[in-house]
Structure formats: C-alpha cells, structure tokens
C-alpha cells in the first residue's frame, strides 16, 4: 500500500514542491491562487493537479519550509495564506539550483548529436 | 531529514484532529468557490460551474482522506478509528454489552479486592527506612510449644553487634484504660460509654524501639534508651498520631500533659508519624510506653510462663517469662543463617546462666534450642495466621474462579456475534483488508470491553476491599491495614484486565476471521448465521462445558461453605447460648488486696443476681468464645505421659454458682460454696475431658492431681462438669479445670447474667446502673449478650459462606447465558432441518427431545469435569469445613441437581422454539 504512493507521487511530488515554493517567494498566497498563478506564470503548459496540491502544502508546512495563516481573501473571504519561511527560502534554493543542474544535463543529453 | 519536526506535527495534528477537519473543508470550501466563480465568469452556469470545480479538483473526498492520512499518525488513527467502531458495536448489542460488562466487572473488582486486602496483609513492607534489613527472632524448641521472648534474653542479642545493627523487643496490650489529665478543652469522646477513662490498644517498647526503626517523631521526641533503663522509673509515653488527632484534636501543647494509664501517671513526650502503626501489622495502637513500666500498667497479656517465675515481680527481670516479640536489623552483608547461629550461642550462655539448677531436666534441653531468624520487612502479624489468611485466600480462589467464567461466557458472547458479523468481515476480507487488522480490530473491541469493566472493577474494588475488610475483621473499623492501590495492585488490575481480553477475546477473532471466501459471501443476504458450523460450534460447546464445570466447582464450594455455616450455627457449645448477658469489668486496676477484691466480686454478684429479670448470676476469669484462654501443666498421680505429650489444661477462676449461670449440668460432685475459701483446701471442678483423659475408668471425684507451675498445688476434684465449647466451636472441648476465684485470688474480669426468657439485650442498662451502684470507680468494659459474641466469633465463615454463595449464584446464572446461547443458536442454525424432519412427521415432543437432549449432554460433560475439579479445590479448603467432608454426598448431590435444572431451564426455551417452527417457512427460507 505505501509503496504504491510513493512511486506514484516521487517525480510529481519534488517538481509540485518547487513550484509552490517559487510561487510562495513572490508572496503570500492562499491554495487556489497558488494553483492559477502556476498556470498563468507556465502560460498553462504546467496544469496543477488540484488534488494533490493541498497534501503537498500540508507536507510543506509540516518540514517547516511555509507557513499558513488564517486571512482574507480579495473578495473578502476567510481563506487560509500560505508564506515561504526562512527555511523554505534556502530550501527553495537547493532545489532551485538542483533542478537546474539536472534540467542543463538533460538538455546537454537532449542537444547530443549521434556521431 | 526533520522527521522528528513533521511527526510533531502530525502528533499535533493527531490531538487537534477536530479543528484540523474543519480547516481543511473550509480551505477545500473556499478552493471550489474560487474555481467555480473562475468558471461562472467564462460563461457557464453555477450549477455547472460548480460541477466543473468539483471535476478539476478530483476526488474530493480522496484528496481529504489523504490529507488526513498525512496529518496524522496511521496506526494510532486506525486504533482510534477501531475504538470507535467497537464502542458502536457495543452500543449496538447493549444486551451483550451488559452481561459481559457485570461479570466481567464483578469477576474483575472481586478478584481486585481479596487482592487488595491479601496484598495489604501479606506483602506489604513496614514505612521505615530499609524495611528488607529487618528480621524477626524466634525461640524454637524440639517438641515444646515455642515460647515469646524474655527480656533478658533480648538483652543479650543488643550484644551480638557484630551482626545486629540494633534489636527491638515490643509486646502488644489491648487492655489499656486511659485517662487525660487536666484536659478541659478536649471534650471526651461519646463513644467510650464510660466515665473512668478510654480503653485503647498499646504496645510496651523496648527504648532502642523507635530509634533501631528509623521511625522519627512527628511532635516531640520518640521514647529512647535512656527511657527504658529501670524497672517503673520511666512513666513518659508517646502517642500515635490517630489518636493524638482523635483525642487531642492535633492539639500540639499535648507535649507534657499527663495521661493515667491503668491508673499509672505518664507524661506524653510525643506523637508518632501518620501512617505508622507499629511493627504489628493490624493493629492501631495508640499509647506507646517503655517495657520497664509492664508492672506499672499491669500488663499481663499474651505470656508463657514457666517454671521458676514470678509473675508478680518485673518482667523486664524475669528470665522465665516470655511475653516479647524480638526483632533486630541486621547489618549489611550478614546473612539470616550467620545471625542465627550468633544468636543462637547467645542464647545457650543465656540460659546457662539463667536456668534454676532445681531443674536440670531443662538445662538438658537447652542445647537443642535453637534462635531462627525470619525476614521481618513485613513486620509480624497474626492476621497471617493460617486460620485468618486461609479464608482470603479462598475467596480469592473463588473469584478467579468467577473471572474464568466471566472470561468464558463473554467469549461466547463474543464468538456468536462475530459470526452474526461474518459477512461483513468476510466482505472487508475481500476487499483487501489483512487479517491481521481484523483480528486487531476485534481485539480491540475485546480491550475496550475489558478496559471498561475494569474501570467498573477497580470502583468495586476500592469499595469492596474496605468492606471485606470489615467483614473479615468482625469491626467496624477493620484492620487499620494501608489499602491504598499502590503500583503493583493497579499492576495486578491491569494485568487481570489485559488477560482477561486475551484470554476472551482472541479465540473469536482468530475464528471470526478464519474464513472461507467464497461460501461465507454467496450466504443469502437473509441470514444471519452464515455457513461454517463446524467452525463455530466446538469452540462454543467448548466454552459453555468450561463454564458449567468451573461454575459447578463454585457451587460446591459454596454449598459446603454455607453448610459450615449452619452446622457450626447449630452446634451445641455444652451451655445455654440464649439468655445470657456478659459484662466485661476491670477489677485488676482497682489495685485491691485479695480479701477486699474477694469482698468486691461477692458483692458484685449479690447485687445482679437481685435485678429483676435476672435468675442466676455469676464472676469468672473470662466468658465462653471470649477468646481468652489460660492454660499451664498437670501432674496426675498413676498417670504417666508420653515423652512430649501436651499435659496442659486450660483454666478458669470463677465464683459459685457459675456452672449454673452458664448452663452447664453436673455430671458428678457438687458446685463450689462459700466454705471453699482461701484457707480452705484447693477445691477444683474439672470438665468430662479430663476426667476421661486423666482418671479413665477411676471416679474422679475425690482424686488429687498437681497444677500450676508457677504456684504448685495439690487440688481436690469435687465436681465433674459436661464439656463445652470454651474456645472454638470447632472443637471438641480440650480438658479443663475451674476453680474457686476466692482461692485463686486472681481479678475476675466478666460477670455473666442468666436472665428471663427473651431479656438479655434488655436489661444493659439496669446491669450497668447496678454496676456503678456497687463500685462507682470499677472499670466496665464492653457489654453484650452471649448469641452476639457467638455470632462474631463465626464472622469469617460467615463472610465466606455468604461471599461464595453470591459468586455461585452469578456464575450459574453466566452458565445459563452460555448454554443459552449455544443452544439457540444451534436451534436457528438448524430451522430448516427441524423444518423438514416435522414435515416428515416427527412430533413435537421429538424435536422438543432432540434439543434438550443436546443441551443435557453440554451439561453432563461439564458437570463431569467440575466434579473432577470441585474435588481437587475443594480439598485444599477441607480445613475451613465444619461437620462435614470436602466432598459431602448431600452437598455434591445438591449442587449437581441445581446446575442441572439450571441446564434444562436454560435449554427448554430454545427447545420450544424449536419445537414450535412452522415447517413450510422454515424450509421456504432457505
């Protein structure tokens, strides 16, 4: 049962916390204007799995990396605001800067001529 | 990496699970909104807007099962989740619920309560600082009765330091009249019922008592060894704390007041601390006064006396007299056996030192002697007395017993509802579900069951222990024993509890969940009882002959001891029981000389053989089942006795026309008269026992034998008397002798009333009143009538006789459930069957037949085995029986008889069920 999860979830898993965690740098957010503001920044190449969104900020915030605050929303709703704290920001970087190792080896490995 | 900080979390997340619940449908709420809004903008409909949110979003209920699986810890989540699901399932069968509940529960808080009280008698260790150094010195001589300890004797092992750190001697004395002296804040008590004083329990101590202990004052100081140094030079004493609070009211100026105990002035020098009562065990004493001041309280209590003695004479002096309970601490490193043989050599110099050289018979013997050294970290205690543990422990035998039964029969209960539940555990089994879950989640319905019985248990407990306490004790305060739960009783409890799940819970689930797939499903939804019988039924049948077998055990048992109870209700004592007052006085502290205390007595007897109402009256040394006994060796003329063999005879000191008060009839001889004075020849009266032990064949009135050791005399016999119970109703009278008190010159102590037919219990006042007018300064003791001092001297038969009987019934009544169950079950198991043999033309009564016969075969296995069982158990209390044998005919007939009408109750209903189906549904079900 919990293996099946963890395969199911590893890749997703580690490139969804990236991209909350960029989203959250540029500023508070609450679930759903994380999810839109993914979309809209991607230009909707990157759709986000709404369902697997909430236990991922769940799992963000129980590492320490964000935390949430009850607020209001802009059309004044309560709604629950997520923030990067320190943590998360270094965090952001490590894997901000893993990602782009491993995106310029793919790319080296995608651009690779066959001779 | 930060594990421990997201397992905080979840753990926070686990605790907060209902604020976090609402959170997350408020956020998942609010996403929804969001999108659906989104989408409304784009032009659809907010009915399709919605759906459209919900269809991007997911599985909404998936999404919030996984964000709760990550919020929380797993196991402990799914554990709260079985608790849940098993307190519905108990909420579900409240009938099922409820008698395994009670059964479980009383087996549980019986068993915790005997435990309580046993624990508190048996094991519990004294509050001093190393308890586990302490031991106890003992005398023991070959083929002799073992003697208490003589104080020069005690003094000499204080000398043995090389492996004593300290020695104690301490005696107990429950006859200690107490009066406070210039104390006009502190009203007296109402309770005492007597003007002259407060008669309390005290211990004599040794000065190196409180500091070899460890035991510091709680108000002043503790008595030393500079308080115990010169025979009556030392009149202080301490108080215990209970009575210093109950007297004193916690008064602290109680320092240096002046208590007169049996007449003699102490100054209270301090109080001892709350929760310490001596190093007896059981009792509560509340003046502690130095051993030098015996002769000045007159202490006369619980002593052997022999040869060469002076009882008259400090006892502190005295090496022949033994009256002390010797306990030392050993130093560290020595073992038991060293410090015996050290005491041991002490103690032969002793004796070699002290022994009369008029008697070398007994310096003969001294060799042999030998000092045993007991572990004392308990203290000593006469409750562990056989006679007084032995029915504790049986009780505590038939409530486990009740446990066992309980145990069985909710595992019953248990089995045949989880097969009403095979379905259901059949389709969660296909599902995926591991059995190992199942069986987690059934145990747990099984701990939850026994968890809230043994909460109910622990109450009953903590109730019932102060109670049998109480009962077992024969007084209203019990034994001021610690019953407090302390660790390893709550232990026991939990322990008994956790079994006690185990042991009826685990056989149904591993069976419940043992199944065939394929046949339990394709079971027509209609039925309850799924397929499988031959999985189901042996375990049940199992049960139910357990449960007649050991309820039959408990039947017997009761039966017996209820049989005790009546035949030792019964019994004949050899004297009239009804119709007689005793009123216990204390002439000894009066200080009188003989002729004026003869004087006293006489006019004493004048006076309340003239109450109206009263026929006879009478003085001796103690009443009949008083629980006093004075008893010391014969010399018989033409009479030689076997080496070792008991020469004692009891003895007692009474006034003319006792035997005629009591209701004894002569058999021979004359009764005692005013010419048998004290100038006079020493006159006796001796029981049919002795005449027939030491005058066999010969007339015993006339002859001449020798008695006492301490004075020796010749006696004359001038009477035979029947023989009657003096001691224990149990037993046959020993020999006895009674004499002239007016020749004895010994302080009598109760006065007995024979009085009109029905007035005993009347007439306390008028004696009491009469009392006072004779001798207004003459201590009275208690008062009572001769039937309430039997009925308490049976206290404890009556408390086991009563106690297994409530046991028996509740077991016999579980015993029913069980076959009850089983057999309706079988009924319904089989309707079809029944269905199609009536339809084949079997009668009524044939069916009605078939069933009971089953139910009586159960029986009749169960009964066989709990013969085989009731005959093992019920040796080990034969002891505790009284006219009867452990496996009494009648008793055992009865007790089978019960069990097996009890069986064909419990089986009838079914049987008529059965025997009443209609055949056409019953086939037409299936």
């Known amino acids: 049962m919990k293996n099946g999860e963890l395969e199911k979830s590893d890749l997703l898993q580690g490139t969804l916390d990236l991209l909350v965690l960029k989203t959250l740098a540029l500023g508070p957010m609450h679930g759903y204007g994380i999810a839109q503001r993914i979309e809209q920044i991607s230009e909707a190449v990157l759709q986000v799995n709404q369902g697997s969104l909430y236990p991922a900020l769940l799992r963000l915030e129980q590492r320490g990396w964000i935390a949430s605050a009850w607020g209001a929303s802009d059309n004044n709703r309560r709604a629950k605001f997520y923030s990067l704290t320190r943590l998360g920001r270094r965090q952001l970087a490590a894997e901000t800067e893993k990602w782009e190792r491993l995106s310029a080896a793919i790319g080296r490995l995608l651009r690779a001529v066959p001779g | ?926």
């Open chain 2, 1 to 926: 990496m930060n594990w421990h900080r997201s397992w905080a979390a979840r753990t926070r997340g686990l605790l907060r699970r209902g604020k976090r619940e609402r959170e997350m449908n408020e956020e998942v709420g609010f996403h929804l909104e969001m999108q659906a809004r989104e989408f409304e903008r784009r032009g659809m409909s907010a009915k399709e807007a919605l759906q459209a949110a919900r269809r991007r979003f997911g599985g909404v209920e998936q999404v919030k099962e996984e964000y709760r699986r990550q919020g929380s810890v797993p196991w402990l989540e799914s554990f709260g989740k079985d608790l849940g699901f098993g307190l519905r399932m108990l909420r579900k069968s409240p009938l099922v619920t409820a008698v395994a509940l009670v059964s479980l529960a009383l087996g549980l808080g019986a068993s915790g309560a005997i435990f309580n009280v046993l624990d508190s008698l048996l094991f519990a260790k004294l509050p001093v600082p190393h308890p586990d150094q302490l031991v106890v010195l003992k005398i023991r001589r070959p083929e002799e009765p073992q003697p208490r300890v003589f104080y020069p004797a005690f003094r000499m092992w204080q000398g043995d330091s090389g492996v004593f750190s300290g020695v104690i001697a301490f005696s107990r004395s429950s006859s200690m009249l107490v009066r406070s002296l210039g104390a006009a804040s502190t009203p007296r008590p109402a309770s005492t019922g007597d003007e002259l004083g407060e008669w309390v329990d005290g211990v004599l101590v040794s000065g190196s008592y409180f500091p070899v202990l460890g035991v510091h004052a709680l108000l002043g100081r503790t008595l030393t060894a500079d308080d115990d140094r010169v025979a009556g030079g030392h009149p202080v004493a301490m108080i215990s704390h209970a009575y210093w609070q109950r007297r004193f009211a916690g008064d602290p100026a109680v320092l240096g007041r002046t208590l007169e105990v049996n007449g003699q002035l102490f100054a209270v020098v301090g109080v001892t601390p709350p929760g310490f009562f001596g190093a007896e065990v059981g009792e509560a004493p509340a003046l502690f006064v130095p051993t030098a001041m015996q002769t000045q309280v007159h202490y006369v209590g619980n002593s052997d006396i022999e040869d060469g003695a002076d009882a008259t004479k400090p006892w502190t002096e005295q090496p022949h007299i033994g009256w002390l309970v010797a306990m030392a601490r050993l130093r560290p490193g020595v073992s038991a056996r060293q410090a015996a043989a050290a005491a041991t050599v002490t103690y032969h110099q002793f004796a070699a030192a002290n022994v009369d050289p008029k008697h070398p018979e007994i310096l003969k013997k001294v060799p042999a002697v030998r000092i045993q050294v007991e572990p004392g970290a308990q203290g000593v205690s006469r409750l562990r007395d056989r006679d007084v543990a032995l029915p504790l422990v049986t009780l505590m035998g038939a409530a486990v017993l009740l446990l066992l039964i309980a145990c069985a029969n909710t595992a019953n209960l248990l089995l045949a509802r989880a097969s009403a539940r095979r379905k259901e555990i059949a389709v969660r089994l296909s599902q995926g579900a591991g059995r190992a879950r199942l069986v987690r989640q059934l145990l747990t319905e099984s701990l939850l069951l026994a968890v809230i019985a043994g909460a109910c248990g622990l109450l009953l407990a903590r109730w019932g222990s102060g109670l049998l306490l109480r009962i077992a004790s024969g007084r209203a305060t019990g034994w001021p024993i610690d019953l407090s739960l302390g660790w390893h009783k709550l232990a026991f409890l939990t322990v008994a509890c956790l079994a006690t799940a185990l042991l009826f819970g685990l056989a149904p689930a591993l069976q419940a969940t043992r199944l065939d797939l394929v046949s339990a499903l394709k079971v027509a939804a209609g039925s309850t009882h799924g397929g499988g019988p031959r999985t189901r039924l042996p375990l049940g049948k199992l049960l139910v002959i357990a449960e007649v077998g050991l309820s039959l055990v408990l039947l017997v048992g009761a039966g017996l001891f209820v049989r005790t109870l009546q035949n030792l209700g019964g019994v004949d004592p050899g004297f009239q029981r009804s119709d007689l007052l005793l009123v216990r006085i204390h002439t000894q502290l009066m200080r009188l000389d003989p002729p004026r205390l003869h004087e006293m007595e006489r006019r004493i007897q004048e006076r309340m053989a003239a109450l109206p109402g009263v026929r006879s009256a009478s003085l001796s040394l103690h009443s009949p089942v008083s629980g006093s006994q004075h008893a010391s060796g014969v010399e018989v003329p033409g009479y030689t006795p076997r080496p070792g063999e008991d020469m004692s005879v009891s003895e007692i000191s009474v006034t003319p026309g006792y035997f005629k008060t009591l209701g004894i009839p002569f058999r021979d001889g004359r009764d005692f008269a005013s010419r048998d004075s004290a100038d006079a020849p020493h006159v006796t009266i001796v029981n049919e026992a002795m005449a027939r032990k030491y005058f066999r064949g010969r007339d015993a009135v006339g002859q001449r034998f020798g008695y006492d050791t301490e004075k020796p005399r010749e006696f004359e016999i001038v009477g035979v008397v029947r023989d009657a119970r003096f001691y224990d109703l149990r037993e046959a009278a020993p020999p006895m002798m009674f004499m002239p008190a007016a020749q004895s010159g010994e302080s009598l102590r109760d006065v007995e009333l024979r009085t009109a037919r029905g007035m005993a219990a009347s007439l306390v006042p008028q004696a009491r009143q009469a009392l006072r007018e004779v001798e207004p300064t003459l201590a009275i003791g208690s008062v009572g009538t001769m039937e309430q001092q039997l009925e308490r001297s049976l206290t404890q038969d009556r408390a086991v006789a009563r106690l297994t009987a409530f046991f028996g019934a509740v077991a016999l009544l579980l015993a029913s459930i069980g076959l009850y169950g089983v057999i309706s079950y079988g009924v319904a198991r089989r309707r079809s069957e029944i269905g199609l043999r009536l339809a084949l033309g079997a009668a009524r009564g044939q069916v009605l037949g078939l069933v009971l016969r089953e139910t009586l075969q159960l029986a009749t296995v169960g009964v066989a085995l709990g013969l085989l069982g009731a005959l093992a158990a019920t040796r080990l209390a034969a002891s505790q029986l009284y006219g009867l044998t452990a496996t009494d005919p009648l008793t055992v007939g009865a007790a089978i008889v019960v069990m097996a009408a009890v069986a064909s109750l419990a089986g009838y209903m079914p049987a008529r069920r059965a025997a009443e189906v209609d055949p056409l549904t019953a086939l037409r079900s299936d």
